[in-house]
């Protein structure tokens, strides 16, 4: 016969183990809906890079992530500077601020969804000849498109945003966080693995180039806030 006791025991554990499952199926949902900060320490297991990542080129300084400005591009398989996510479902939005500091003309940073090194989709802000211009370039076999290239005036810091539906990749930018402007669409099929021989999934994420001469004084750093990564079923 089950006592009352027994009966109050049985009870607590059965709560219990709501609880735990209840805080797993919440922390799923933080991962799948998640803000990356950087006040933490270094990056986590979650985390993937292009090829053999130099750990010089990412530290946390002062709360943001620093990515310090590869002089290779990501096609030219040796490494650039990159940090990412897989890409974990079709429709996402993915949000970043950036600040760029002491760059010289050439010198880039923003975000990537990159495939393989055939196939890779930027939208950065750019130093060029001393001014600043946000684009968006795709990366497509040995070709490179610019799609989307407009002034910037002086901006130093920028707001970038991602969405992904359908077939559509949209890349807007903000200047203050809150209102944001459409820079770009991307068809997604441009790619798909047959185009760029990608064999996963893909990943998401932000990356720093040095186009200038400057690396040899290693000064052209990309800031980044936070990482906000949010998929939807």
């Known amino acids: 016969m089950m006592t009352r006791n027994t009966y109050s025991l049985r009870h607590k554990a059965a709560m219990l183990l709501l609880a735990a499952l209840g805080s797993m199926a919440a922390g799923s949902a933080v991962h799948a809906q998640g803000r990356y900060t950087f006040e933490q320490g270094g990056l986590g297991p979650e985390w993937r890079y292009v090829g053999q990542a130099d750990a010089s080129k990412y530290s946390i300084v002062d709360g943001r992530l620093r990515l310090r400005g590869s002089i290779y591009e990501l096609h030219e398989g040796k490494g650039g500077t990159f940090v990412g996510q897989e890409l974990r479902a079709d429709s996402f939005t993915v949000e970043t601020k950036m600040t760029l500091i002491d760059t010289e003309s050439g010198d880039e940073g923003g975000l990537c969804v990159y495939h393989s090194p055939r196939g890779y989709v930027q939208c950065c802000l750019s130093n060029y000849q001393g001014s600043r211009r946000l684009k968006v370039r ?53 790619l798909s693995p047959t185009l760029t021989g990608a064999s996963g999934p893909g990943l998401v994420g932000m990356y720093a180039f040095m186009g200038s001469t400057k690396y040899q004084s290693g000064l052209t750093f990309a800031d980044f806030d936070f990482f906000d990564y949010e998929t939807y079923p």
């Open 138 to 190: 795709l990366r497509l076999l040995s070709h490179e498109l610019v799609l989307a290239d407009q002034p910037a005036g002086m901006m130093r810091e920028v707001w970038l945003r991602l969405t992904a539906s359908g077939q559509k990749l949209t890349f807007y930018y903000s200047t203050d966080g809150v209102r944001y402007h459409s820079l770009e669409e991307v068809e997604r099929q441009l």
